[in-house]
């Protein structure tokens, strides 16, 4: 099993439309929990960072973190063309859990969004 | 402000040549850096990352390695490239600031090996 399960899509939703992407982990020590979002061939660009459990909204973007049940969430309102790229959750553990984890991230696959007008 | 470079954005070569990339950080000192792969429709798999000069960590074994000349300088290099090699590296950087870091990529390099 994957510490980080992220469904790869491809998901297709007209402009206008809520989008709901997901990842599932195993690994109740993580406590930094981000989304990416990368549009082809270019490096990924962080887009919400959450610690712990809770939400985090950021413009037509909203961020949720349920530790309980090891899932994540990013909701993306309003959905627009420009919005479409592939989207990536990553996570790590709090830099008091070991020294040889500090710092470093661990991904989901992916999911590749591609908003219509 | 704080950037990172990377270079060069696409490379093809052919199996058994050498491999250098390098990527630098501007703004700041002292960074945690990091060479990811990512192979087409997966996601980002941690090769080597760095918390000082010359100290480099390797997550997984194969056939590249990875060197810290200088402060604000990361280098991803083999010796001979194999098939299995080609995909997509990101350099990457965290300032250590705090509790929070967060985590900032260049631009990537498309390595196809032929």
């Known amino acids: 099993q994957k510490e980080v399960e992220q469904d790869p899509g491809p998901l297709s939703v007209p402009e206008g439309a809520i989008v709901s992407l997901n990842c599932t982990y195993s690994?109740?020590?993580?406590?930094?929990f981000m989304w990416y979002r990368q549009y082809s061939r270019k490096g990924p660009e962080l887009l919400m960072y959450?610690?712990?459990?809770g939400n985090k909204e950021d413009g037509r973007f909203t961020a949720q973190v349920d530790k309980s049940s090891k899932y994540i969430s990013l909701f993306i309102r309003d959905s627009q063309p420009s919005d479409s790229a592939t989207y990536l959750c990553?996570?790590?553990?709090?830099?008091?859990?070991?020294?040889?984890?500090?710092?470093?991230?661990?991904f989901g696959q992916g999911t590749i969004l591609t908003v219509h007008p | 402000s704080q950037t990172i470079h990377q270079w060069p954005a696409t490379l093809v070569q052919p199996v058994g040549s050498p491999l250098s990339l390098e990527c630098t950080v501007e703004?700041?000192?002292?960074?945690?850096l990091y060479w990811y792969r990512q192979a087409a429709g997966r996601g980002l798999q941690l090769l080597f990352y760095?918390?000082?000069?010359?100290?480099i960590s390797s997550e997984v074994p194969q056939n590249l390695s990875a060197s810290r000349p200088q402060d604000r300088q990361f280098i991803l290099s083999s010796k001979k490239l194999l098939l299995s090699d080609s995909g997509f590296y990101l350099c990457?950087?965290?300032?250590?600031?705090?509790?929070?870091?967060?985590?900032?990529f260049g631009s990537g390099t498309q390595l196809s090996v032929l």
């Open positions: 959450t610690y712990s459990s």
């Open positions: 760095s918390v000082g000069i010359g100290q």
């Open positions: 690994n109740s020590a993580f406590q930094y």
């Open positions: 990457a950087w965290d300032p250590r600031w705090g509790r929070d870091e967060k985590l900032f």
């Open positions: 703004g700041t000192s002292n960074p945690n």
């Open positions: 990553a996570m790590r553990l709090d830099a008091n859990a070991g020294g040889t984890s500090y710092g470093k991230l661990t």
